[in-house]
C-alpha cells in the first residue's frame, strides 16, 4: 500500500508514514524502494500503488527499480488500464506462488483462511496499514507501513520467512 500521491495517507497512518510534505512522503518511498529492490529483482506490490493521475503514476514507475507484479488493490483502477502493462511482469487480483518450495497466497485484504492455510502456507497482504500485523497462523500484512521501525520500505523474502516461520499453522477443526 504504497499510496503514492495520496494526499490523506499521512492523516490516516500518522504512526507510520513521514510527515513531511506529500513529494518528500512519495520520494522517500521511491528512494527506499531502490535502495531494497535492484533491477533485476522480482517484487510483489499488494495493492494500491498510487492515487495520482496517469501522467503522475506514470512518472513513478518508470523509477522503480524490479520486476513488479501486482495484486490490484481496492483503489487501483487506473493501473487495470493497458497502458500500464509495460511497467508490470504480472498483474491480478490474487496470486499463489511457491519461493524456494514455500507456498505463498497474496491477495490485497486479509483472508481469515487460504488455501493451503492447513498444510502451512504464508498469506501476505496489505489494506489494512499497520492496524494488525497478522489475521492468524502464518499470514502477515506486509505492507510498507507496517515494517519494524516505520522505514517505508518494502519487506524482503527473508524477512516474511523469519517470522512467518515461528507461526503455528492453522489446524484444520
Known amino acids: 500500500d504504497t499510496h503514492f500521491n495520496h494526499n490523506k495517507v499521512q492523516k490516516f497512518c500518522?504512526?507510520?508514514?513521514?510527515?513531511?510534505s506529500l513529494e518528500e512522503?512519495?520520494?522517500?518511498?521511491?528512494?527506499?524502494?531502490n535502495q531494497c529492490v535492484q533491477k533485476g529483482d522480482r517484487i510483489y506490490h499488494l495493492g494500491d500503488f498510487s492515487f495520482g493521475s496517469v501522467e503522475y503514476?506514470?512518472?513513478?514507475?518508470?523509477?522503480?527499480?524490479?520486476?513488479?507484479?501486482?495484486?490490484?488493490?481496492?483503489?487501483?483502477?487506473?493501473?487495470?488500464?493497458?497502458?500500464?502493462?509495460?511497467?508490470?511482469?504480472?498483474?491480478?487480483?490474487?496470486?499463489?506462488?511457491?519461493?524456494?518450495?514455500?507456498k505463498v497466497v497474496m491477495f490485497h485484504f486479509p483472508i481469515h483462511e487460504w488455501h493451503?492455510?492447513?498444510?502451512?502456507?504464508?498469506?501476505?497482504?496489505?489494506h489494512v496499514h499497520a492496524t494488525y500485523g497478522s489475521v492468524r497462523?502464518?499470514?502477515?500484512?506486509?505492507g510498507i507501513d507496517n515494517r519494524p521501525g516505520a522505514d517505508m520500505s518494502p519487506w524482503s523474502w527473508e524477512e516474511v520467512k523469519a517470522l512467518l516461520d515461528t507461526k503455528e499453522i492453522i489446524t484444520h477443526h
Open 14 to 20: 500518522p504512526d507510520s508514514r513521514f510527515q513531511g
Open 57 to 102: 503514476t506514470d512518472s513513478v514507475l518508470k523509477r522503480l527499480n524490479g520486476e513488479i507484479h501486482l495484486i490490484y488493490g481496492n483503489h487501483d483502477e487506473v493501473l487495470r488500464t493497458s497502458k500500464f502493462g509495460k511497467y508490470f511482469s504480472s498483474r491480478q487480483d490474487y496470486k499463489e506462488i511457491r519461493i524456494e518450495g514455500q
Open 25 to 33: 512522503h512519495d520520494e522517500l518511498m521511491i528512494y527506499n524502494w
Open 116 to 126: 493451503q492455510c492447513h498444510r502451512g502456507a504464508f498469506h501476505l497482504f496489505g
Open 137 to 142: 497462523g502464518r499470514s502477515l500484512n506486509v
